[in-house]
């Protein structure tokens, strides 16, 4: 688990070490506010298309062999964006990318592999808290080779229908889907919405989603596992939620650090709470052997979720003025937070307890 740990780190760095910066990178190209929103929509466009085949073969192959192309595949990316002279190149540098980020699905589907159901929020909090070096060669293999037998010969299409049909399974992607619409549409603005509010440039811009990072990477890596032994992941959840609106709509209001601080606590909070308590949720509705399918199309999702978010992010900013984006994020997480309430208890639907290779008494529907 440390050395997962450490591994996705190598992956969550160069994301996030590159956004705060790209929207400025762009902007040095004459890009418009469509084409910088644009700009980090595009990763996930691709990632829409690629996650769902990382994360099934990673069922087929391994979790281990699917980490090391992905990283390798990365580094490749990284160094096509960083030698991008024109604005096409960074958005083909940006597709690439997104392309090769088969690591998340991967590395949660690794989680389910190894962990209790009940502890499972903590080991997702660890995705979410990663901020050591890995060294992936040293990450033992998850999957034994006879479970790797009995993964699922569906499509694609067939995958998604089936998770779809599952009305609880489908509840909690439709919850994923509408908060990371609101936090990508956020996040993919924040640059440019920073530099008229507060005369703000790439250091400033950076230092906000560290401290976002770090205040989430606490909350995720010490305290999340104690959190949910304590409230349950429905409760953490609807938290979480209650925490990322409150702070969406506190940003508009926001016009120096006094004010600024709290509403970017709260989003950080929120998405410490929301994020690994959903990734369990949605972890717990699957079986053992479709563990790598599943999380590949929740990640799939949230690619969808992160292409138009930042297109209508950009679209409402250049309409209706540059607070606009967040006050739509608040209505796109009071809709997930009224789903959440209608939420079972975990306690009557814990299928993965009960059926070590999922598909012989079938996921909770």
């Not at 349950?232 to 209650?242: K, Y």
């Given at each position: ?29 004459a890009a418009s506010p469509q084409e910088v929103t644009a700009l980090v929509a595009v990763y996930s466009l691709v990632q829409l298309v690629t996650a769902p085949l990382w994360g099934r073969l990673s069922d087929r192959v391994g979790r281990r062999p699917v980490l090391l192309a992905s990283l390798a595949a990365s580094a490749l990316a990284y160094l096509w964006l960083g030698s991008a002279t024109r604005l096409w190149m960074l958005f ?274």
């Amino acid at each position: 688990m440390p050395t997962l740990f450490l591994i996705v780190f190598v992956d969550l760095v160069g994301f996030g070490l590159v956004i705060p910066l790209l929207p400025f990178y762009a902007v040095r190209f004459a890009a418009s506010p469509q084409e910088v929103t644009a700009l980090v929509a595009v990763y996930s466009l691709v990632q829409l298309v690629t996650a769902p085949l990382w994360g099934r073969l990673s069922d087929r192959v391994g979790r281990r062999p699917v980490l090391l192309a992905s990283l390798a595949a990365s580094a490749l990316a990284y160094l096509w964006l960083g030698s991008a002279t024109r604005l096409w190149m960074l958005f083909a540098a940006r597709a690439f990318a997104g392309a090769c980020a088969g690591n998340i699905a991967a590395a949660q589907a690794y989680i389910a592999d190894v962990t209790r159901p009940e502890e499972r929020a903590r080991g997702m909090g660890l995705i979410g808290a990663a901020f050591g070096l890995g060294v992936v060669l040293l990450l033992p293999e998850s999957l034994p080779a006879g479970r790797r037998d009995r993964t699922s010969s569906r499509g694609r299409v067939g995958a998604v229908v089936d998770v779809l049909r599952r009305p609880i399974l489908s509840r909690l992607i439709l919850i994923f889907f509408l908060v990371i619409l609101a936090v990508a549409g956020m996040q993919s603005v924040f640059a440019i919405w920073a530099m008229p509010q507060f005369g703000w440039g790439p250091r400033q811009v950076g230092y906000v989603f560290a401290y976002l990072g770090l205040i989430s990477a606490i909350l995720q890596g010490g305290l999340i596992g104690r959190l949910t032994r304590r409230f349950g992941e429905e409760r953490l959840l609807l938290c979480g939620l209650a925490l990322i609106a409150a702070g969406l709509l506190a940003l508009p209001f926001a016009h120096d650090m006094a004010t600024l601080g709290p509403a970017l606590t709260g989003l950080a909070l929120g998405m410490g709470l929301m994020q690994p308590s959903l990734n369990s949720l949605i972890s717990r509705q699957a079986g053992a052997e479709e563990q790598g399918e599943v999380m590949g199309v929740s990640q799939s999702v949230g690619s969808l979720s992160r292409v138009l978010g930042p297109f209508a992010a950009g679209f409402s900013f250049a309409a209706l003025g540059r607070d606009s984006p967040y006050f739509l994020g608040v209505v796109l997480v009071v809709i997930p937070l009224l789903l959440a309430f209608k939420l079972p208890r975990v306690g009557a639907t814990r299928l993965a307890e009960a059926a070590p290779f999922g598909r012989e008494s079938g996921p909770a529907r």
